[in-house]
Each structure stands twice: as structure tokens, then as C-alpha cells.
Nanobody, 126 residues
Framework: QVQLVESGGGLVQAGGSLRLSCATSGRTFSTYIMGWFRQAPGKEREFVAAISWNGGTTDYSDSVKGRFTISRDALKNTVYLQMNSLKPEDTAIYYC???????????????????WGQGTQVTVSS
């Protein structure tokens, strides 16, 4: 089992930046693939980004590619989502997710991720 706690959300103007953090505890951090999803009101939860167990491989949705960067710090057992050039359409609750695996594969369906944090709100004003 792994526990996930997100932080770093808030209100920012369009064009601004935020960095989300997801602190993990429980089983060995390096054996998990980590990801970020988001859910806007009235919409389904959608994939944002993922990073392999060793940080060597990343994956992004087309809507955030080039603006967001996912990274992980093994010493701090934490995964980050740096969000730049934010747009009002980025407004959502952002969730950290984890799957126990050292085998990389594209997992953009939320049903493929068994562990979730409680979410952190990101609001981008125009």
C-alpha cells in the first residue's frame, strides 16, 4: 500500500505557474509508476502526466505537453508537477496517482491506477 498526499494548488492568473507536490509513504517509492490526473466540474477525470519508476520515461497529454513537467525525487519520496503558462481550461482538481510496477506502459485510463490522493484545487483566472 502507498499513501499519497497532494499540495501546492491555489489560484493563479492565466500565464502564471504553480508546482504541485505529491508526498508518498508506505511501500518503496521506487517501485511505483506515478501520475497526475485532473477533473474539472462536470467532466471525467483525465490523464495529465506520468513518470516511470526511475524517472527515465515520462508521458504527457497533448493538452499539457510543452507546458507541464513531471518529475520525482527519490530521496524525498515525492513527485512534482510543474505547471507553466497556465490557462483557464487547466482549472480542475488535480490528483496524484500510483501504480505498483517497474514495467513502463502507457496508462492514461484512470481505472488503471489503483492508488489516489485526495486532490488539490487549481484555479486559473482569465
Amino acid at each position: 500500500q502507498v499513501q499519497l498526499v497532494e499540495s501546492g494548488g491555489g489560484l493563479v492568473q492565466a500565464g502564471g505557474s504553480l508546482r504541485l507536490s505529491c508526498a508518498t509513504s508506505g511501500r518503496t517509492f521506487s517501485t511505483y509508476i506515478m501520475g497526475w490526473f485532473r477533473q474539472a466540474p462536470g467532466k471525467e477525470r483525465e490523464f495529465v502526466a506520468a513518470i516511470s519508476w526511475n524517472g527515465g520515461t515520462t508521458d504527457y497529454s497533448d493538452s499539457v505537453k510543452g507546458r507541464f513537467t513531471i518529475s520525482r525525487d527519490a530521496l524525498k519520496n515525492t513527485v512534482y508537477l510543474q505547471m507553466n503558462s497556465l490557462k483557464p481550461e487547466d482549472t480542475a482538481i488535480y490528483y496524484c496517482a500510483a501504480v505498483y510496477s517497474t514495467h513502463w506502459q502507457h496508462r492514461q485510463n484512470s481505472h488503471e491506477w489503483p492508488y489516489w490522493g485526495q486532490g488539490t484545487q487549481v484555479t486559473v483566472s482569465s
